[in-house]
């Protein structure tokens, strides 16, 4: 079992950062594949990033590719989510994820545990 609880959502304008965080508990965390989703009002849940147990395999959506970086620290049992230059488009409460699937797990149906969510709003 895995808890997932995201933090570090807010408003900012359009070109600023945000860092998310997600804290998971569990003593397994590092051996799980963690992603990043992200839904908008009257949209489906969209994949954002993902990275592997060990950090050694990352993949982006084409959408954050060269603007977000997603990191993970297993002794602190917590991924990370670096958004830089952001857009109004990137609006949407954002959820972290963990996943027991190797491979390129960019599907919702593919991640065993969820976060809450926490929101994030880019003025223009």
């Known amino acids: 079992q895995v808890q997932l609880v995201e933090s570090g959502g807010g408003l900012v304008q359009a070109g600023g950062s945000l860092r998310l965080s997600c804290a998971a508990s569990?003593?397994?965390?590092?051996?799980?594949?963690m992603g990043w989703f992200r839904q908008a009002p009257g949209k489906e849940r969209e994949f954002v990033a993902l990275?592997?147990?060990?950090?050694?395999?990352?993949y982006y959506a084409d959408s954050v590719k060269g603007r977000f970086t997603i990191s993970r620290d297993n002794a602190e049992n917590t991924v990370y989510l670096q958004m830089n230059s952001l857009k109004p488009e990137d609006t949407a409460v954002y959820y972290c994820?963990?996943?027991?699937?190797?491979?390129?797990?960019?599907?919702?149906?593919?991640?065993?545990?969820w976060g809450q969510g926490t929101q994030v709003t880019v003025s223009s």
């Open positions: 990275i592997s147990w060990n950090g050694a395999s990352i």
């Open positions: 569990g003593r397994t965390f590092s051996s799980y594949g």
């Open positions: 994820a963990a996943t027991r699937t190797t491979g390129w797990a960019m599907r919702v149906y593919e991640y065993d545990y």
